[in-house]
């Protein structure tokens, strides 16, 4: 039973506009949030968190925004950039450090 | 700059082998864990360790073993290696305190199991 899910496996944006990338949870435990980016051949990286008391996190072009009684959080990447294609994992953490991960969504952005 | 170094990109073994890979970090962290990853599945837990010689099962265990003799370093064993045990696996390492620390990955040990 999957307590992360990522329903989208892959999603395409043309360069300069707004990436959405969505991801549902089950479990209302959770304390944090997190997003990794993966390119190939290369591990996940840590690209933005939030904690479960709050409902928007801003770093840069990334968003993560928290609808709890949804039990879903989004990425928002604006604007995108070629460079930001990769594979990105939503993450949830409870009991301090166990981390759940999603399946991933594979974002293209296209010049 | 945090550093976590897995000691093969690539390795083939055959069926029954026990097989072995490392994984070392240089950043002090408390916490060690072994991922492995495959398509539509995502990352699985298959063990973690939070303090030297501890150890904890994760979601899929069965058929690895683990072993944290110093802080740096976490090994996963494959006892007697099957095929289906072929897949991308991530080593991965944190600081103890507080859910909010993200984790430090290496690079991955891409293994194939014949």
């Known amino acids: 039973d999957q307590q992360v899910k990522q329903n989208s496996p892959s999603l395409s944006v043309q360069e300069g506009r707004i990436s959405i990338l969505n991801c549902d949870y089950t479990?209302?435990?959770?304390?944090?949030f997190l997003w990794y980016k993966k390119y190939p051949a290369e591990g996940p990286t840590f690209l933005i968190s939030?904690?479960?008391?709050?409902d928007k996190n801003e770093d840069g072009r990334f968003t993560v925004f928290l609808n709890k009684s949804a039990k879903h959080l989004s990425l928002h990447i604006v604007p995108s950039q070629p460079g930001d294609s990769a594979v990105y994992f939503c993450?949830?953490?409870?009991?301090?450090?166990?981390?759940?991960f999603g399946a991933g969504t594979r974002l293209f952005v296209k010049a | 700059d945090v550093k976590v170094t897995q000691s093969s990109r690539y390795l083939v073994k055959r069926t029954g082998e026990k097989v072995f890979l490392e994984c070392v970090q240089d950043?002090?962290?408390?916490?060690m864990f072994w991922y492995r990853q495959d398509p539509g599945l995502g990352l699985r837990l298959i063990y973690f360790s939070y303090d030297v010689k501890m150890k904890e099962k994760g979601d899929i265990p069965e058929g690895y073993s683990v072993s944290r003799e110093k802080k740096e370093r976490f090994s996963l064993i494959l006892e007697s290696a099957s095929t289906n045990q072929t897949s991308m696996y991530l080593c991965?390492?944190?600081?103890?305190?507080?859910?909010?620390?993200?984790?430090?990955f290496g690079d991955g040990t891409r293994l194939s199991i014949l």
């Open positions: 993450a949830a953490v409870t009991g301090g450090f166990k981390t759940i």
């Open positions: 950043m002090d962290h408390e916490n």
């Open positions: 939030i904690s479960s008391i709050k």
């Open positions: 991965a390492s944190s600081y103890q305190t507080g859910g909010s620390q993200p984790q430090h």
């Open positions: 479990n209302s435990m959770f304390d944090y």
